[in-house]
């Protein structure tokens, strides 16, 4: 159905095609060895020990073959080469689980050892990617998002043995987000099925869990939030960010009026969700798109807005609170003028025009907020991005381009603490740092 | 045993189903080479894990190296950095197939790129991907439904042009 978009004499490859193919190649495969024997090296002297023979391991094709099939169920400890994990969460600095699609599954993968190696842990997860999972500990998971059923639904699956088995959560209709803080587990739903049409603002509740999730109950008063049950609110509209284990915001991106404008709208609680308390939207109208929340702490809010999207940029502003949303101040701002109707905001240029953020980004896993100064942003199809002044500049993360990250691919990012982060790029790869400043690429 | 199938043996073949799918995307017959190349030459480092069944590994390589020159030969333009060969009769239908197929979910893009845009036969999709046919055709037709929406969507439509075929 696309041949009238062919070339009506399309070249012929030759022997000097090849070549050009082949020196390219090699390129490739120089740049590779060269970062693995930059790994190498740095594990030898940090071993205190020297290398006098060639290092040789098994091929991939020997370690990955039953993977690399992408036919049929693999067997739970499977060998999962880190090039094709899709996203990534880590509870500590070595325990980690993954998202891989395998053929017609989506499973889940293991590392225990921070990321160097996985094995399938559930080779058919019960839902589909790109769902949303997350891990409280190495036993305690759940698993949401992704296509909604035919009946328009998204479930809550959780496990307690480390993603060996799911059971399904007794909340829904839509589960939107979720959040663990040790047992004590929330849930924003929606109380709407997903309709294609003619769908009218539902509310949304948030409902509470203390025993790792296998009974749920509502929070004590109804949230003011509403959601559009005409849009995919399982991945994208609703954010729940919580704080601790009473503290929580949860910021809605729907249809305030019934029609096509969209808005932000931002809940707040401090007793657990007996009682909340709305808070001012600070984006401007014109980023009508999406918004994505951030707390490194009680108070400090990091909220970004989105335009529409067009050719790979995306006009972008970040707004940030430090005193729990009642007031923000702009803090950056990537301007697109074409894509805001020609408006503009100050504080231009300190974030990047390139890439998406919501609503493209996977989750709201694509922005790791550390502390009041120190953040990380990797837009979809573009690349990792860090600032250490509160947001107001972001910089290319230098340390993974020289580890390998080629820009224009989308994933997410995780801190598991101030120096212990990942970088997985979907279907790419998996990358690391250890002292927040230096990365390496992770297996194959 | 069989014998492994060596990469020189389908250059050939794999090349020009880049070059094409490529081409559908771009339209510059250069970027379209260096698209092909650039795939290729991945596949080559990648071999020992893809030469049972290449195909399908070159054609989303191939179709996602192509949006993203798109997107950045977008932004030269809207910069002022005039690219080459820019002056061309479908561009603005093959921006507006970029971005439709970016933003389909991944299981839908990897169906429809390899069923409509290089035009394979539903069974050979189902082989190339691990899935039943049945799932090749669900995912082909939703995927065509959100094209369909989102080039409608656009004002240009270009929906109307987006249906099966074969």
Request: hydrophobic letters at 40%.
């Given at each position: 159905?696309?041949?009238?978009?062919?070339?009506?004499?399309?070249?012929?490859?030759?022997?000097?095609?090849?070549?050009?193919?082949l020196a390219r190649a090699a390129r490739l495969r120089r740049r590779r060895v060269t970062a693995v024997l930059g790994v190498v090296m740095v594990a030898a002297l940090s071993l205190g020990i020297v290398i006098g023979v060639a290092v040789s391991g098994p091929s991939p094709s020997q370690t990955f073959a039953?993977?690399?099939?992408?036919?049929?169920?693999?067997?739970?400890?499977?060998?999962?080469?880190?090039?094709?994990?899709?996203?990534?969460?880590?509870?500590?600095?070595?325990?980690?689980?993954?998202?891989v699609v395998h053929?017609?599954?989506?499973?889940?993968?293991?590392?225990?050892?921070?990321?160097?190696?996985?094995?399938?842990?559930?080779?058919?997860?019960p839902v589909s990617f790109p769902a949303q999972f997350e891990f409280s500990d190495t036993a305690h998971g759940y698993l949401w998002g992704g296509p909604p059923s035919s009946a328009g639904t998204v479930a809550l699956w959780t496990t307690s043995n480390?993603?060996?088995?799911?059971?399904?959560?007794?909340?829904?209709?839509?589960?939107?987000?979720?959040?663990?803080?040790?047992?004590?587990?929330?849930?924003v739903v929606g109380t709407c099925a997903i309709r294609a049409t003619g769908a009218p603002l539902c509310p949304v509740v948030v409902d509470v869990s203390t025993d790792d999730g296998r009974t749920w109950a509502p929070a004590g008063a109804t949230s003011p939030l509403s959601e559009n049950?005409?849009?995919?609110?399982?991945?994208?509209?609703?954010?729940?960010?919580?704080?601790?284990?009473?503290?929580?915001?949860?910021?809605?991106?729907a249809s305030q009026t019934g029609t096509s404008e969209m808005a932000g709208s931002l809940s707040y609680t401090a007793d657990g969700g007996e009682t909340w308390a709305s808070r001012r939207d600070p984006c401007p109208p014109y980023f009508d798109f999406g918004q994505q929340i951030a707390a490194s702490g009680t108070d400090d809010l990091w909220l970004i807005c989105a335009s529409q999207a067009s050719s790979g940029t995306q006009a972008k502003a970040l707004y940030r609170s430090s005193d729990g949303g009642v007031q923000w101040a702009l803090a950056a701002a990537a301007n697109a003028p074409v894509l805001t109707g020609g408006t503009v905001l100050g504080a231009g240029g300190g974030l990047p025009s390139a890439g998406y953020v919501?609503?493209?980004?996977?989750?709201?896993?694509?922005?790791?907020?550390?502390?009041?100064?120190?953040?990380?942003?990797?837009?979809?199809?573009?690349?990792?991005?860090?600032?250490?002044?509160?947001?107001?500049?972001?910089?290319v993360v230098a340390g993974l381009a020289r580890a390998g990250v080629v820009n224009g691919g989308s994933g997410n990012v995780v801190f598991a603490d101030a120096t212990h982060g990942w970088v997985c790029v979907t279907g790419t790869g998996l990358w690391r740092t250890t002292d927040g400043r230096n990365w390496q690429r992770l297996g194959p | 045993m069989a014998e492994a199938v060596r990469f020189e043996d389908v250059f050939a073949d794999l090349y020009r189903l880049a070059y094409r799918v490529s081409f559908r995307v771009l339209g510059d017959r250069g970027d379209a080479e260096d698209?092909?190349?650039?795939?290729?030459?991945?596949?080559?480092?990648?071999?020992?894990?893809?030469?049972?069944?290449?195909?399908?590994?070159?054609?989303t390589v191939s179709t996602n190296l192509a949006i993203d020159r798109l997107r950045r030969r977008s932004r030269a333009t809207s910069s002022g950095i005039e690219p080459v060969a820019l002056v061309e009769t479908h561009l603005?239908?093959?921006?507006?197939?970029?971005?439709?197929?970016?933003?389909?979910?991944?299981?839908?893009?990897?169906?429809?790129?390899?069923?409509?845009?290089?035009?394979?036969?539903?069974?050979?999709?189902?082989?190339?991907?691990?899935?039943?046919?049945?799932?090749?055709?669900?995912?082909?037709s939703r995927g065509l439904a959100h094209l369909r929406h989102d080039l409608e969507e656009r004002g240009l439509g270009g929906g109307d042009d987006v249906r099966a075929s074969g």
């Open positions: 159905m696309f041949e009238h978009l062919d070339d009506p004499e399309p070249p012929d490859p030759t022997h000097r095609t090849l070549g050009g193919v039953a993977f690399d099939s992408q036919t049929g169920l693999l067997a739970a400890g499977t060998p999962v080469p880190s090039s094709d994990l899709a996203s990534v969460v880590f509870v500590g600095d070595v325990h980690g689980f993954a998202l053929g017609a599954q989506t499973l889940l993968a293991e590392s225990g050892d921070g990321g160097d190696t996985w094995r399938v842990t559930d080779p058919s997860l480390g993603g060996r088995t799911w059971g399904r959560a007794g909340i829904g209709p839509v589960v939107s987000d979720v959040s663990a803080i040790g047992p004590d587990v929330w849930a049950a005409e849009v995919s609110v399982s991945d994208e509209n609703i954010e729940l960010a919580r704080i601790t284990r009473t503290r929580a915001y949860v910021l809605t991106f919501t609503p493209y980004s996977l989750g709201h896993e694509n922005l790791a907020v550390l502390t009041p100064t120190t953040a990380w942003l990797f837009p979809d199809r573009s690349g990792a991005f860090e600032t250490t002044d509160g947001g107001r500049t972001w910089g | 698209v092909a190349q650039e795939a290729l030459a991945r596949a080559h480092v990648r071999w020992a894990r893809l030469r049972d069944r290449p195909h399908g590994w070159v054609v603005s239908e093959r921006i507006d197939l970029a971005r439709a197929l970016r933003r389909l979910p991944r299981r839908q893009r990897e169906v429809v790129v390899l069923r409509y845009l290089a035009d394979w036969p539903e069974l050979e999709v189902a082989g190339a991907l691990g899935c039943s046919p049945g799932t090749v055709k669900s995912h082909a």
